[in-house]
Protein backbone atom coordinates (compact mmCIF):
# COMPACT_ATOMS: atom_id res chain seq x y z
CA UNK A 1 0.00 0.00 0.00
CA UNK A 2 1.01 3.26 -0.55
CA UNK A 3 0.10 6.58 1.00
CA UNK A 4 -2.23 8.55 0.89
CA UNK A 5 -3.31 6.84 4.18
CA UNK A 6 -7.49 7.14 5.50
CA UNK A 7 -7.74 9.19 7.98
CA UNK A 8 -7.86 7.66 11.35
CA UNK A 9 -8.93 10.82 12.95
CA UNK A 10 -12.69 11.03 10.97
CA UNK A 11 -15.03 8.83 12.45
CA UNK A 12 -16.21 8.36 8.49
CA UNK A 13 -13.81 6.47 7.89
CA UNK A 14 -14.74 3.71 9.83
CA UNK A 15 -18.58 3.61 8.76
CA UNK A 16 -17.03 0.43 5.87
CA UNK A 17 -14.77 -1.00 8.68
CA UNK A 18 -11.57 -0.57 10.15
CA UNK A 19 -9.19 0.98 7.78
CA UNK A 20 -6.63 -2.49 8.11
CA UNK A 21 -4.52 -2.16 5.27
CA UNK A 22 -3.67 1.81 7.07
CA UNK A 23 -2.66 0.22 10.26
CA UNK A 24 -0.64 -3.14 8.34
CA UNK A 25 0.83 0.35 6.26
CA UNK A 26 1.82 2.06 9.80
CA UNK A 27 2.89 -1.23 11.55
CA UNK A 28 5.34 -1.68 9.01
CA UNK A 29 6.55 1.66 8.08
CA UNK A 30 5.97 4.05 10.87
CA UNK A 31 4.70 2.18 14.01
CA UNK A 32 5.02 5.24 16.25
CA UNK A 33 3.65 7.30 13.88
CA UNK A 34 2.76 11.38 14.42
CA UNK A 35 -0.97 11.64 13.10
CA UNK A 36 -2.35 15.21 12.24
CA UNK A 37 -5.96 15.74 13.58
CA UNK A 38 -8.68 17.06 10.90
CA UNK A 39 -10.45 18.47 12.96
CA UNK A 40 -7.76 21.40 13.94
CA UNK A 41 -6.59 19.46 17.22
CA UNK A 42 -3.33 19.22 18.30
CA UNK A 43 -2.03 15.61 16.64
CA UNK A 44 -1.13 12.76 18.76
CA UNK A 45 1.03 9.97 18.39
CA UNK A 46 -0.53 6.56 17.16
CA UNK A 47 0.96 3.21 18.75
CA UNK A 48 0.28 0.40 16.44
CA UNK A 49 2.64 -2.46 17.56
CA UNK A 50 1.06 -5.09 19.76
CA UNK A 51 4.43 -4.76 22.11
CA UNK A 52 4.67 -0.76 22.05
CA UNK A 53 0.75 -1.01 23.21
CA UNK A 54 1.19 -3.32 25.86
CA UNK A 55 3.94 -1.33 27.03
CA UNK A 56 1.83 2.07 27.39
CA UNK A 57 -0.81 0.32 28.83
CA UNK A 58 2.10 -1.10 31.47
CA UNK A 59 3.12 1.70 32.27
CA UNK A 60 0.47 4.29 33.68
CA UNK A 61 3.11 6.64 35.86
CA UNK A 62 3.98 7.52 32.21
CA UNK A 63 1.35 7.39 29.88
CA UNK A 64 -1.54 8.83 32.39
CA UNK A 65 -5.37 8.28 31.66
CA UNK A 66 -6.13 11.88 33.82
CA UNK A 67 -6.40 14.13 31.11
CA UNK A 68 -8.87 11.53 29.11
CA UNK A 69 -9.58 8.92 27.32
CA UNK A 70 -10.44 9.91 23.68
CA UNK A 71 -8.94 12.31 21.65
CA UNK A 72 -10.68 15.77 22.39
CA UNK A 73 -8.37 18.10 24.58
CA UNK A 74 -10.18 19.35 27.65
CA UNK A 75 -9.30 21.83 29.96
CA UNK A 76 -9.07 21.38 33.61
CA UNK A 77 -12.83 22.14 34.17
CA UNK A 78 -13.87 19.81 31.90
CA UNK A 79 -11.69 17.19 32.93
CA UNK A 80 -12.28 17.54 36.45
CA UNK A 81 -16.43 17.30 35.94
CA UNK A 82 -16.08 14.31 33.78
CA UNK A 83 -13.65 11.98 35.06
CA UNK A 84 -14.82 8.00 35.21
CA UNK A 85 -12.94 5.43 36.50
CA UNK A 86 -11.24 5.25 33.12
CA UNK A 87 -9.76 8.82 33.21
CA UNK A 88 -7.55 8.17 36.53
CA UNK A 89 -4.40 7.30 37.89
CA UNK A 90 -3.06 5.41 40.79
CA UNK A 91 -3.33 6.18 43.54
CA UNK A 92 -6.79 7.44 42.74
CA UNK A 93 -7.64 4.84 40.29
CA UNK A 94 -6.36 2.03 42.71
CA UNK A 95 -8.73 3.26 45.17
CA UNK A 96 -11.92 3.64 43.41
CA UNK A 97 -11.12 0.34 41.89
CA UNK A 98 -11.01 -1.77 45.01
CA UNK A 99 -14.64 -0.01 46.20
CA UNK A 100 -16.58 -0.66 42.81
CA UNK A 101 -14.49 -3.99 41.70
CA UNK A 102 -15.95 -7.30 44.08
CA UNK A 103 -18.99 -7.47 41.94
CA UNK A 104 -16.90 -8.04 39.06
CA UNK A 105 -14.36 -10.19 40.07
CA UNK A 106 -13.87 -13.48 38.95
CA UNK A 107 -15.20 -15.40 41.93
CA UNK A 108 -18.70 -13.26 41.89
CA UNK A 109 -19.10 -13.82 37.41
CA UNK A 110 -18.98 -17.14 38.72
CA UNK A 111 -22.13 -17.27 40.27
CA UNK A 112 -23.84 -15.26 37.10
CA UNK A 113 -23.81 -18.25 34.74
CA UNK A 114 -26.98 -19.43 35.72
CA UNK A 115 -28.70 -15.86 35.29
CA UNK A 116 -27.01 -15.07 32.10
CA UNK A 117 -28.31 -18.41 30.90
CA UNK A 118 -31.78 -17.43 31.89
CA UNK A 119 -31.55 -14.64 29.43
CA UNK A 120 -30.21 -15.98 26.59
CA UNK A 121 -32.80 -18.78 26.97
CA UNK A 122 -35.38 -16.02 27.26
CA UNK A 123 -34.55 -14.04 24.22
CA UNK A 124 -33.87 -16.81 21.71
CA UNK A 125 -37.29 -18.72 22.50
CA UNK A 126 -38.97 -15.52 22.00
CA UNK A 127 -38.10 -15.81 18.14
CA UNK A 128 -39.05 -19.51 17.48
CA UNK A 129 -41.17 -19.41 14.56
CA UNK A 130 -39.21 -16.53 12.87
CA UNK A 131 -36.49 -17.35 10.35
CA UNK A 132 -35.38 -13.65 9.54
CA UNK A 133 -34.48 -11.12 12.33
CA UNK A 134 -32.21 -8.17 12.95
CA UNK A 135 -29.67 -10.24 15.56
CA UNK A 136 -28.47 -6.88 17.05
CA UNK A 137 -32.48 -5.54 18.50
CA UNK A 138 -33.65 -8.93 18.96
CA UNK A 139 -30.66 -10.67 20.93
CA UNK A 140 -27.48 -9.04 21.40
CA UNK A 141 -29.01 -5.65 22.45
CA UNK A 142 -30.47 -7.42 25.34
CA UNK A 143 -28.63 -9.58 26.88
CA UNK A 144 -26.09 -7.42 28.08
CA UNK A 145 -28.47 -5.04 29.51
CA UNK A 146 -30.52 -7.36 31.16
CA UNK A 147 -28.07 -8.61 32.93
CA UNK A 148 -26.78 -5.78 33.64
CA UNK A 149 -30.60 -4.66 35.27
CA UNK A 150 -30.06 -7.45 37.61
CA UNK A 151 -27.01 -6.99 38.45
CA UNK A 152 -28.33 -3.65 39.54
CA UNK A 153 -31.23 -4.01 40.83
CA UNK A 154 -33.51 -1.97 38.02
CA UNK A 155 -36.71 -2.94 36.95
CA UNK A 156 -37.40 -4.44 33.67
CA UNK A 157 -39.62 -1.59 32.70
CA UNK A 158 -36.71 0.78 33.27
CA UNK A 159 -33.73 -1.17 30.75
CA UNK A 160 -35.40 -0.10 27.29
CA UNK A 161 -34.91 3.86 28.31
CA UNK A 162 -31.35 2.87 29.74
CA UNK A 163 -30.40 1.26 26.67
CA UNK A 164 -30.93 4.06 24.28
CA UNK A 165 -29.31 6.49 26.95
CA UNK A 166 -26.39 4.42 26.82
CA UNK A 167 -26.80 4.15 23.24
CA UNK A 168 -26.30 7.77 23.23
CA UNK A 169 -23.92 8.21 24.83
CA UNK A 170 -21.09 5.79 23.38
CA UNK A 171 -22.16 6.41 19.90
CA UNK A 172 -22.32 10.39 20.76
CA UNK A 173 -20.50 10.36 16.93
CA UNK A 174 -23.59 8.72 15.01
CA UNK A 175 -26.79 10.42 14.00
CA UNK A 176 -28.47 6.78 14.29
CA UNK A 177 -28.29 7.35 18.31
CA UNK A 178 -28.20 11.03 19.46
CA UNK A 179 -28.86 14.31 18.55
CA UNK A 180 -25.63 16.15 19.96
CA UNK A 181 -22.99 14.39 17.51
CA UNK A 182 -20.04 15.73 19.01
CA UNK A 183 -17.99 16.61 15.51
CA UNK A 184 -21.15 17.90 13.85
CA UNK A 185 -23.07 20.30 16.23
CA UNK A 186 -22.34 22.77 18.91
CA UNK A 187 -21.72 20.63 22.11
CA UNK A 188 -20.09 22.79 24.09
CA UNK A 189 -23.24 23.78 26.32
CA UNK A 190 -22.49 20.22 27.94
CA UNK A 191 -18.65 20.48 27.91
CA UNK A 192 -18.58 19.42 31.97
CA UNK A 193 -20.78 16.26 31.33
CA UNK A 194 -19.68 12.91 30.08
CA UNK A 195 -19.20 12.28 26.87
CA UNK A 196 -20.13 15.67 26.29
CA UNK A 197 -23.62 14.98 26.19
CA UNK A 198 -27.06 15.87 27.81
CA UNK A 199 -28.07 12.62 28.15
CA UNK A 200 -25.65 12.23 31.12
CA UNK A 201 -27.92 14.51 33.28
CA UNK A 202 -31.11 12.71 32.48
CA UNK A 203 -28.73 9.14 33.80
CA UNK A 204 -27.37 11.53 36.65
CA UNK A 205 -31.00 12.02 37.72
CA UNK A 206 -31.59 7.96 37.72
CA UNK A 207 -28.39 7.40 39.50
CA UNK A 208 -29.63 9.50 42.47
CA UNK A 209 -33.12 8.45 42.94
CA UNK A 210 -32.09 4.61 42.65
CA UNK A 211 -28.99 5.12 45.49
CA UNK A 212 -31.34 7.27 47.35
CA UNK A 213 -33.84 4.58 47.39
CA UNK A 214 -31.05 2.26 48.54
CA UNK A 215 -30.37 3.89 51.27
CA UNK A 216 -33.59 3.98 52.58
CA UNK A 217 -33.23 0.19 51.69
CA UNK A 218 -30.57 -1.49 51.04
CA UNK A 219 -31.03 -4.45 48.64
CA UNK A 220 -28.28 -7.01 47.63
CA UNK A 221 -27.83 -5.67 44.37
CA UNK A 222 -24.93 -4.00 42.81
CA UNK A 223 -25.90 -0.32 43.53
CA UNK A 224 -26.19 -1.06 47.37
CA UNK A 225 -22.34 -2.95 47.51
CA UNK A 226 -21.61 0.48 46.20
CA UNK A 227 -22.83 2.49 49.19
CA UNK A 228 -21.06 0.77 51.67
CA UNK A 229 -18.33 1.57 54.26
CA UNK A 230 -14.83 -0.15 53.70
CA UNK A 231 -13.58 -1.30 56.46
CA UNK A 232 -10.70 1.50 56.11
CA UNK A 233 -13.84 3.83 56.55
CA UNK A 234 -14.07 5.02 53.09
CA UNK A 235 -16.81 6.17 50.64
CA UNK A 236 -17.93 6.73 47.19
CA UNK A 237 -18.95 10.50 46.63
CA UNK A 238 -22.22 11.10 44.82
CA UNK A 239 -20.16 12.86 41.59
CA UNK A 240 -18.29 9.53 41.48
CA UNK A 241 -21.47 7.21 42.23
CA UNK A 242 -23.38 8.98 39.13
CA UNK A 243 -19.87 9.13 36.90
CA UNK A 244 -19.50 5.09 37.94
CA UNK A 245 -23.61 4.34 37.09
CA UNK A 246 -23.38 6.32 33.73
CA UNK A 247 -20.10 4.73 32.59
CA UNK A 248 -21.65 1.25 33.61
CA UNK A 249 -24.88 1.82 31.77
CA UNK A 250 -22.92 2.93 28.39
CA UNK A 251 -20.29 0.91 28.54
CA UNK A 252 -21.47 -2.22 30.27
CA UNK A 253 -23.73 -2.92 27.51
CA UNK A 254 -22.52 -1.56 23.64
CA UNK A 255 -19.40 -3.11 24.15
CA UNK A 256 -20.17 -6.69 24.87
CA UNK A 257 -23.30 -6.20 22.32
CA UNK A 258 -21.24 -5.27 19.61
CA UNK A 259 -18.88 -8.06 20.25
CA UNK A 260 -21.46 -10.85 20.33
CA UNK A 261 -22.64 -9.42 16.76
CA UNK A 262 -19.05 -9.33 15.66
CA UNK A 263 -18.92 -13.15 17.03
CA UNK A 264 -21.64 -14.30 15.09
CA UNK A 265 -20.80 -12.13 12.02
CA UNK A 266 -17.67 -14.12 11.96
CA UNK A 267 -19.45 -17.39 11.92
CA UNK A 268 -22.01 -16.57 9.38
CA UNK A 269 -18.90 -16.58 7.17
CA UNK A 270 -17.59 -19.71 8.47
CA UNK A 271 -20.35 -22.07 8.53
CA UNK A 272 -17.77 -24.94 8.79
CA UNK A 273 -17.07 -23.56 12.26
CA UNK A 274 -21.03 -22.68 13.10
CA UNK A 275 -21.16 -26.19 12.57
CA UNK A 276 -18.53 -27.26 15.08
CA UNK A 277 -20.26 -25.28 17.87
CA UNK A 278 -22.29 -28.13 19.34
CA UNK A 279 -19.29 -30.56 19.40
CA UNK A 280 -16.84 -27.97 21.55
CA UNK A 281 -16.16 -28.38 24.67
CA UNK A 282 -15.93 -25.83 27.17
CA UNK A 283 -12.24 -24.58 26.58
CA UNK A 284 -12.98 -24.27 23.09
CA UNK A 285 -15.56 -22.06 23.18
CA UNK A 286 -14.02 -19.92 25.87
CA UNK A 287 -10.87 -20.11 22.84
CA UNK A 288 -13.62 -19.20 20.35
CA UNK A 289 -14.85 -16.44 22.51
CA UNK A 290 -11.23 -15.10 22.87
CA UNK A 291 -10.90 -15.29 19.02
CA UNK A 292 -14.02 -13.20 18.94
CA UNK A 293 -13.01 -10.44 21.17
CA UNK A 294 -9.50 -10.12 19.21
CA UNK A 295 -11.34 -9.95 16.07
CA UNK A 296 -13.78 -7.41 16.74
CA UNK A 297 -11.65 -5.50 18.72
CA UNK A 298 -14.61 -3.23 19.62
CA UNK A 299 -12.78 -0.52 22.04
CA UNK A 300 -10.32 0.61 19.14
CA UNK A 301 -8.44 2.93 20.82
CA UNK A 302 -7.84 4.63 24.06
CA UNK A 303 -5.96 7.86 24.71
CA UNK A 304 -3.20 8.71 26.55
CA UNK A 305 -1.27 11.64 27.90
CA UNK A 306 2.23 11.59 28.25
CA UNK A 307 4.15 12.82 31.47
CA UNK A 308 7.36 12.79 30.67
CA UNK A 309 10.19 12.42 27.60
CA UNK A 310 10.08 8.78 26.49
CA UNK A 311 11.44 7.19 23.32
CA UNK A 312 9.23 4.25 21.57
CA UNK A 313 10.27 3.27 18.15
CA UNK A 314 13.29 5.43 17.54
CA UNK A 315 10.73 8.55 18.00
CA UNK A 316 10.98 10.81 20.92
CA UNK A 317 7.53 11.63 22.50
CA UNK A 318 7.29 14.52 24.98
CA UNK A 319 5.90 15.40 28.03
CA UNK A 320 2.59 16.68 27.45
CA UNK A 321 2.18 14.87 24.00
CA UNK A 322 -1.26 13.03 23.41
CA UNK A 323 -0.67 8.79 22.91
CA UNK A 324 -3.20 6.83 21.28
CA UNK A 325 -3.28 2.87 21.85
CA UNK A 326 -4.85 1.44 18.55
CA UNK A 327 -6.30 -1.95 20.20
CA UNK A 328 -7.49 -2.74 17.09
CA UNK A 329 -3.96 -2.29 14.96
CA UNK A 330 -2.21 -4.57 18.10
CA UNK A 331 -4.52 -7.33 18.02
CA UNK A 332 -3.47 -7.96 14.31
CA UNK A 333 0.09 -7.04 14.46
CA UNK A 334 1.85 -9.77 12.06
CA UNK A 335 5.13 -9.96 14.21
CA UNK A 336 2.86 -11.38 17.12
CA UNK A 337 0.41 -13.50 15.59
CA UNK A 338 0.09 -16.25 13.51
CA UNK A 339 -1.71 -15.17 10.44
CA UNK A 340 -3.53 -12.34 12.44
CA UNK A 341 -6.18 -11.61 9.66
CA UNK A 342 -7.19 -15.43 10.03
CA UNK A 343 -9.88 -16.15 11.99
CA UNK A 344 -8.93 -19.46 13.92
CA UNK A 345 -10.84 -20.56 17.03
CA UNK A 346 -7.86 -22.52 18.08
CA UNK A 347 -5.66 -19.86 18.43
CA UNK A 348 -3.06 -20.74 20.99
CA UNK A 349 -1.94 -17.72 23.55
CA UNK A 350 -4.40 -15.11 22.02
CA UNK A 351 -2.87 -12.34 24.58
CA UNK A 352 -5.28 -9.64 22.47
CA UNK A 353 -5.41 -6.25 23.82
CA UNK A 354 -9.28 -6.01 23.52
CA UNK A 355 -9.85 -5.55 27.31
CA UNK A 356 -6.74 -3.52 28.16
CA UNK A 357 -5.43 -6.33 29.01
CA UNK A 358 -1.76 -5.43 30.74
CA UNK A 359 -3.15 -2.48 32.03
CA UNK A 360 -3.93 -1.45 36.15
CA UNK A 361 -7.41 -0.04 33.41
CA UNK A 362 -8.09 -4.00 32.57
CA UNK A 363 -11.99 -3.54 31.94
CA UNK A 364 -13.91 -4.15 34.99
CA UNK A 365 -16.62 -6.07 32.88
CA UNK A 366 -14.23 -8.51 31.02
CA UNK A 367 -15.44 -11.68 32.72
CA UNK A 368 -18.77 -11.14 32.78
CA UNK A 369 -18.51 -10.23 29.17
CA UNK A 370 -16.80 -13.35 28.16
CA UNK A 371 -19.34 -15.52 30.45
CA UNK A 372 -22.67 -13.73 28.75
CA UNK A 373 -20.86 -14.46 24.91
CA UNK A 374 -20.14 -18.18 25.89
CA UNK A 375 -23.38 -18.91 27.05
CA UNK A 376 -24.96 -17.12 24.45
CA UNK A 377 -23.51 -19.22 21.91
CA UNK A 378 -23.78 -22.34 23.19
CA UNK A 379 -27.66 -21.11 23.71
CA UNK A 380 -27.48 -20.35 19.85
CA UNK A 381 -25.63 -23.88 18.94
CA UNK A 382 -28.61 -25.68 20.88
CA UNK A 383 -31.52 -24.12 18.84
CA UNK A 384 -29.72 -23.30 15.10
CA UNK A 385 -28.49 -25.31 12.63
CA UNK A 386 -27.67 -22.79 10.24
CA UNK A 387 -27.16 -18.88 10.18
CA UNK A 388 -26.60 -16.37 7.56
CA UNK A 389 -26.69 -13.09 6.31
CA UNK A 390 -30.62 -11.95 5.24
CA UNK A 391 -29.30 -8.30 4.12
CA UNK A 392 -26.51 -5.24 4.61
CA UNK A 393 -25.37 -4.61 8.22
CA UNK A 394 -24.78 -1.45 9.37
CA UNK A 395 -21.83 0.00 11.18
CA UNK A 396 -21.74 2.79 13.71
CA UNK A 397 -19.59 5.88 12.96
CA UNK A 398 -16.89 5.94 15.44
CA UNK A 399 -13.24 5.44 15.38
CA UNK A 400 -13.29 5.02 19.12
CA UNK A 401 -16.07 2.04 19.02
CA UNK A 402 -16.36 -0.31 16.36
CA UNK A 403 -19.71 -2.08 16.33
CA UNK A 404 -22.71 -3.63 14.14
CA UNK A 405 -25.44 -1.73 14.96
CA UNK A 406 -27.71 -3.96 12.23
CA UNK A 407 -27.07 -7.49 11.61
CA UNK A 408 -30.42 -9.20 9.76
CA UNK A 409 -29.83 -12.76 9.82
CA UNK A 410 -31.43 -15.78 8.30
CA UNK A 411 -31.64 -19.00 10.79
CA UNK A 412 -32.77 -23.15 10.45
CA UNK A 413 -34.40 -23.96 13.60
CA UNK A 414 -32.76 -27.25 15.28
Known amino acids: MTEPLKDI ?11 HETFAYLRANDPVHWTEESDGGRGF ?4 KHEDVVFASRHSEIF ?30 TRLRRLVSRPFAPKSIATYEDAVREIAVDLLDSLKGKDEFDFVSSVSRGLPMRMLGRLLGLPNEDLEWLVLRGDALIGNTDPDFTEYVVDQVDTSAYRLLPFRSPVSLELFEYASQALEERRITPTHDVLSSLLET ?5 TLDELALQNFFTLMVAAGNDTTRYSMTA ?13 QLPSMTLEQRKGLVEEMLRWSSVTMHFRRTATQDVEIGAKT ?11 TSANFDEDHFDSPYEFRADRAHNDHVAFGLFSPHLCLGAHLARLEMRVLFEEIAARWSSVES ?25
Open 9 to 19: TSHDTFVDGVP
Open 45 to 48: WSLT
Open 64 to 93: SSRQGIRLEDMDEEETEARRTLMEMDAPEH
Open 230 to 234: TVEGD
Open 263 to 275: GLQALIERPDLFA
Open 317 to 327: IKAGDKVVMWF
Open 390 to 414: AGPSERLRSNFIGGTKQLPIRVTWR
